[in-house]
Each structure stands twice: as C-alpha cells, then as structure tokens.
C-alpha cells in the first residue's frame, strides 16, 4: 500500500481531531453551559408587585399586546432566565452565545429531576406554571418564586439541589402562544 500524500494529509487531520477531542477522561462528560452572554437581570425595583399566589409574585415590565392569554393548554414560545436572587445562573435561552427561544408546554411544567441533560426541563417550577398562566404575547414579566413554590422539594441526587432553599428570580418574554 503505498502512502500518497493525501492519505498523509488526511490521517493527520483525523488524528489532529481525535487527539484534540480528547480534552476530557470521562466519556459521558457534558461541559456547563456558558453564562457569560445571558443579559442581566431584569430589574423590577420600582415596579407594582403582583402576587399570583402565596410564594409567587410577578413584576410586569411591559404589557402584552397580544389577543389571548396563556393557559395550561398552551404551547408557549419565550425566553426565559432562570437565576437566584444571590445571582447564580440555573438556566437561561441566552447561554452559549445562543440567541434562541424555547417552546414550552405549560401543561407539561412540573419538576422533573430525573433529567440527564442540562435543558428547559431543569428550570420547571410550580411557580413557573403559575406565572406564566394570563400572560399576553409580547408581555416581559419577572416572577420571583420561593422555595416552597420553586425547588424545595426536589429529592438529593437532583441536578438542582444546591437550590432548594433559594429564592427564584424567572425573567420572561413571551413570544407566541401556540394554540
């Protein structure tokens, strides 16, 4: 088998990129998500305090200008940041340079701490369902959900147990509601 230049130049850009995939011994490693291009919170100082239920208050930066409502029936287009009051990132649609909506079935938000990947299922709270319900196309809203309402009781071993007595701070645009 003789060895032809383009065999070299290929098996060592194989190699190259074998060799620099390998940055991590584990396998089944998933690196964090970047935090660094998600927008700061939204500040609600100043702002008439809407209490949703007890545990549960929202903060309406700007009306909705669309028809309908979000119910528990609908699919929902928005961006969502999901943090602490102390300010640690949970989840955020900005991460990873990412400028990219997520759709939400409010029907299927309930905590779910069985979830391997790091995705919208670990920013599902009670107090994320209740919030978002009455919500207008277009509308920008901050929900600050306490423990009890947020992740207080997920089981050990969740991916979001550092969290169980931490207030939540949810930053809201909604985009579309999908009927």
Do not use: W
């Amino acid at each position: 088998m003789k060895l032809t230049p383009l065999k070299i130049a290929i098996g060592s850009v194989l190699l190259f990129f074998s060799i620099a995939s390998c940055d991590n011994d584990d396998p089944f490693y998933i690196p964090p998500p970047d935090f660094s291009t998600v927008p700061a919170a939204y500040d609600y100082e100043g702002l008439e305090a809407v209490e949703i239920e007890e545990g549960i208050t929202a903060y309406i930066h700007e009306e909705g200008d669309g028809v309908g409502t979000v119910t528990v029936r609908d699919d929902i287009l928005l961006f969502i940041t999901l943090r602490t009051l102390e300010g640690d990132i949970i989840y955020s649609t900005y991460n990873d340079s990412s400028v990219e909506p997520t759709t939400v079935r409010i029907s299927n938000i309930q905590l779910n701490p069985s979830v391997f990947r790091y995705n919208i299922q670990l920013a599902y709270t009670y107090g994320l369902r209740q919030g978002v319900i009455g919500m207008k196309e277009g509308e920008r809203r901050t929900l600050i959900v306490q423990p009890e309402q947020g992740f207080a009781d997920l089981p050990n071993g969740t991916a979001n147990e550092d969290y169980k007595n931490s207030v939540l701070q949810y930053d809201l645009i909604v985009l579309d509601i999908i009927d």
